[in-house]
C-alpha cells in the first residue's frame, strides 16, 4: 500500500477520533436549524449535519421539518460512514412513516447502507478479496434491495437496486464456492458436494454455477460416489467446455489430497491409525449415505454374499486380534 494511502488513513482516523458532538445553539429556530444542517450537507460536513438534524427532530418533533430530517438523518450517517446508525434510522423512518411518499428513498438507503459495510476505509485501498468476507452484510444488501424492488417498482432507485443485486448475487454465489474449496481442502468432501449442489440449485445464471459443478465432480470423486460423479462431470462438460478443470475434455481436480495422517501413522507406516474422525452425522452427509446405500443395493445378487461375508469377518474379530494387528489370530 503507498504512504499517500497510509497517511490518508492516519489523518481521516485522527479527525474521527478527536471529533465531538457540536453544541448546537439553543437560539436557533427551526428553519435556521434546517438551513445550517443543508448547509452542513452541501459543505459535507456530515458530523455537524447529524447534530443539527438530531436537534432538530429533538426540539421541533412535530415541525414542518421533522420528517425531512429524519430522512437526511439517514443519508448524513451513510455518508460518514456510518452504515448501522444509517440502517437504524432507515429503520425507524419506515416503521414511523410506512406512507411517506419518499419511504422509498429510506428502503435504497438502508441497503446502501448494508452494501458498503464491509467496504470500510481500508478496503478501498487493500487488494480484499469480497468473495472471501462474510457474507452476512452481502446477503443483509441484498433482500433490503429485494424489499425496494418488491414493494416500489416503478422507483427511481430501482433500477440501480436491481444493478447492485444482480452483482450481489454473483458475490454470494463465489462465496459458497469459496467456502467450498475449503472443505476440499479439510477433505470433508459431503459438505464441499453439498455447497457445489446449493450453488448449481439456487444461482442459476451466475459464473459459480460452473464452479459449482465442478466441486461436486471433484468431491464425489473423492466419496467414491462415481455416478454422481459422472452425471455432473457431463453437465459440466456440455454446458461450460471451457472450464478451468476441464483439459481437452478431461476433469482435473483443483484440490490435492494433503496427508493429514498423525505423526505415529506415518511413523508406523499405518499399522498404528491415530483417533478416527467422528462421522458427520449432518443432514447433509446422511442424504449422501442414503444415495450410497441406494446404490449398493443395486449390486448384482452374485457380490453381496461377499460384501456380507466380509463385513460379518469384520464384526467377529476379538479384541486381542485388533491389538496384534491379526498376528495372533
Same mark, same amino acid.
Given at each position: 500500500?503507498?504512504?499517500?494511502?497510509?497517511?490518508?488513513?492516519?489523518?481521516?482516523?485522527?479527525?474521527?477520533?478527536?471529533?465531538?458532538?457540536?453544541?448546537? $445553539? #439553543?437560539?436557533?429556530?427551526?428553519?435556521?436549524?434546517? +438551513? +445550517?444542517? +443543508?448547509?452542513?450537507? $452541501?459543505?459535507?460536513?456530515?458530523?455537524?449535519?447529524?447534530?443539527?438534524?438530531?436537534?432538530?427532530?429533538?426540539?421541533?418533533?412535530?415541525?414542518?421539518?421533522?420528517?425531512?430530517?429524519?430522512?437526511?438523518?439517514?443519508?448524513?450517517?451513510?455518508?460518514?460512514? #456510518?452504515?448501522?446508525?444509517? /440502517?437504524?434510522?432507515?429503520?425507524?423512518?419506515?416503521?414511523?412513516?410506512?406512507?411517506?411518499?419518499?419511504?422509498?428513498?429510506?428502503?435504497?438507503?438502508?441497503?446502501?447502507?448494508? =452494501?458498503?459495510?464491509?467496504?470500510?476505509? @481500508?478496503?478501498?485501498?487493500?487488494?480484499?478479496?469480497?468473495?472471501?468476507?462474510?457474507?452476512?452484510?452481502?446477503?443483509?444488501? =441484498?433482500?433490503?434491495?429485494?424489499?425496494?424492488?418488491?414493494?416500489?417498482?416503478?422507483?427511481?432507485?430501482?433500477?440501480?437496486?436491481?444493478?447492485?443485486?444482480?452483482?450481489?448475487?454473483?458475490?454470494?454465489?463465489?462465496? #459458497?464456492?469459496?467456502?467450498?474449496?475449503?472443505?476440499?481442502?479439510?477433505?470433508?468432501?459431503?459438505?464441499?458436494?453439498?455447497?457445489?449442489?446449493?450453488?448449481?440449485?439456487?444461482?442459476?445464471?451466475?459464473?459459480?454455477?460452473?464452479?459449482?459443478?465442478?466441486?461436486?465432480? #471433484?468431491?464425489?470423486? /473423492?466419496?467414491?460416489?462415481?455416478?454422481?460423479?459422472?452425471?455432473?462431470?457431463?453437465?459440466?462438460?456440455?454446458?461450460?467446455?471451457?472450464?478451468?478443470?476441464?483439459?481437452?475434455?478431461?476433469?482435473?481436480?483443483?484440490?490435492?489430497?494433503?496427508?493429514?495422517?498423525?505423526?505415529?501413522?506415518?511413523?508406523?507406516?499405518?499399522?498404528?491409525?491415530?483417533?478416527?474422525?467422528?462421522?458427520?452425522?449432518?443432514?447433509?452427509?446422511?442424504?449422501? @449415505?442414503?444415495?450410497?446405500?441406494?446404490?449398493?443395493?443395486?449390486?448384482?445378487?452374485?457380490?453381496?454374499?461377499?460384501?456380507?461375508?466380509?463385513?460379518?469377518?469384520?464384526?467377529?474379530?476379538?479384541?486381542?486380534?485388533?491389538?496384534? =494387528?491379526?498376528?495372533?489370530?
Amino acid at each position: 500500500m503507498q504512504v499517500k494511502h497510509l497517511l490518508l488513513i492516519a489523518i481521516l482516523a485522527l479527525t474521527a477520533a478527536c471529533s465531538s458532538n457540536e453544541t448546537v $445553539d #439553543e437560539n436557533l429556530g427551526e428553519v435556521e436549524l434546517y +438551513q +445550517q444542517a +443543508q448547509a452542513d450537507l $452541501d459543505n459535507k460536513s456530515y458530523t455537524s449535519a447529524i447534530s443539527k438534524l438530531k436537534a432538530l427532530e429533538s426540539r421541533y418533533p412535530f415541525g414542518r421539518f421533522a420528517e425531512q430530517a429524519q430522512l437526511e438523518l439517514i443519508y448524513a450517517y451513510y455518508r460518514n460512514v #456510518e452504515p448501522e446508525a444509517a /440502517r437504524s434510522a432507515a429503520e425507524r423512518f419506515i416503521r414511523l412513516h410506512p406512507q411517506h411518499p419518499n419511504v422509498d428513498y429510506a428502503y435504497y438507503l438502508k441497503g446502501l447502507a448494508s =452494501f458498503d459495510q464491509d467496504r470500510g476505509l @481500508l478496503a478501498r485501498f487493500l487488494p480484499l478479496d469480497m468473495t472471501k468476507r462474510d457474507p452476512g452484510a452481502a446477503r443483509d444488501s =441484498f433482500n433490503e434491495f429485494a424489499q425496494l424492488t418488491s414493494r416500489y417498482p416503478n422507483s427511481r432507485y430501482s433500477p440501480d437496486a436491481k444493478a447492485r443485486m444482480v452483482y450481489l448475487r454473483n458475490l454470494l454465489a463465489a462465496n #459458497e464456492i469459496h467456502v467450498a474449496h475449503y472443505y476440499l481442502k479439510r477433505q470433508a468432501y459431503v459438505a464441499a458436494a453439498n455447497r457445489g449442489r446449493y450453488v448449481v440449485e439456487n444461482f442459476q445464471g451466475t459464473p459459480a454455477v460452473a464452479d459449482g459443478l465442478a466441486v461436486m465432480t #471433484e468431491a464425489y470423486q /473423492r466419496l467414491g460416489l462415481d455416478d454422481l460423479a459422472e452425471t455432473s462431470l457431463q453437465t459440466l462438460q456440455l454446458n461450460y467446455p471451457d472450464h478451468a478443470t476441464l483439459e481437452d475434455g478431461k476433469f482435473t481436480p483443483v484440490e490435492t489430497e494433503d496427508d493429514n495422517r498423525s505423526w505415529l501413522s506415518k511413523a508406523t507406516l499405518g499399522l498404528i491409525e491415530g483417533e478416527a474422525p467422528r462421522p458427520d452425522t449432518s443432514r447433509a452427509n446422511r442424504d449422501v @449415505l442414503r444415495q450410497y446405500e441406494t446404490a449398493a443395493q443395486d449390486l448384482p445378487e452374485e457380490l453381496r454374499p461377499v460384501l456380507k461375508e466380509a463385513e460379518q469377518q469384520g464384526e467377529k474379530r476379538s479384541w486381542w486380534s485388533r491389538l496384534t =494387528f491379526g498376528l495372533f489370530d
